[in-house]
């Protein structure tokens, strides 16, 4: 006997089990496995993409906020399917950044600039200022940067039917409409 469920993110099936053997259950949890996505760092080193260490730099950003952990996972999702949509092997870290700014924009502004001081590398309280007024002045905060989706000098892996996607900014779009409801 088996009960199977899949996550709210789609991505992990959990499965309750029962040995025939010995009759003790068990729970197991399954993953599709993709195809390895290596990240290209700011200094130009390439390392593998890393899920727990997204999820501990968004937990870091989202500390004693009331933004819950499934939240967080949903979150985590919607990056790694930005991810897999726009790139095949590899992905640039500031297209990561500029992900986990757009949605914790949405989330929790709080914990937006909070994410933002790190990744944009903060050096004083003007900086936060400024990062202020820019979300004063424009509240939906854009989707992604067009240097991150045409970086020619990094020769990133980008198919072109999935940048006209980015491009035509049709996708982004559909995608802050759907995190609304996943988030609530």
């Known amino acids: 006997m088996s009960d199977t469920r899949t996550s709210a993110d ?20 399954e993953r599709v496995e993709a195809i390895q996505i290596r990240v290209i760092k ?32 949903t979150l985590i999702a919607q990056i790694e399917r930005d991810i897999d949509l726009a790139f095949e092997t590899e992905v640039q870290s500031r297209f990561i950044g500029e992900r986990v700014m757009y949605y914790l924009s949405e989330l929790d502004q709080v914990a ?9 590398q903060f050096n004083d309280a003007n900086d936060f200022i400024r990062e202020l007024q820019q979300i004063e002045r424009n509240p939906g905060m854009p989707g992604l940067s067009s240097d991150v989706l ?33 988030l609530d």
């Open 150 to 182: 045409h970086d020619n000098k990094k020769k990133t892996v980008f198919p072109k039917t999935r940048r006209r996607q980015y491009d035509d900014r049709n996708l982004l779009d559909e995608d802050s409409a759907d995190t609304d409801d996943c």
């Open 10 to 29: 789609g991505f992990v099936v959990r499965r309750r089990r029962v040995c025939s053997a010995c009759k003790k259950k068990f729970t197991t949890y």
């Open 42 to 73: 700011r200094d130009g080193s390439r390392v593998s993409f890393d899920r727990s260490r997204l999820r501990q730099g968004i937990e870091r950003a989202c500390w004693k906020r009331p933004i819950g952990d499934s939240q967080i996972s």
């Open 112 to 120: 937006y600039v909070r994410f933002a001081s790190v990744y944009r």
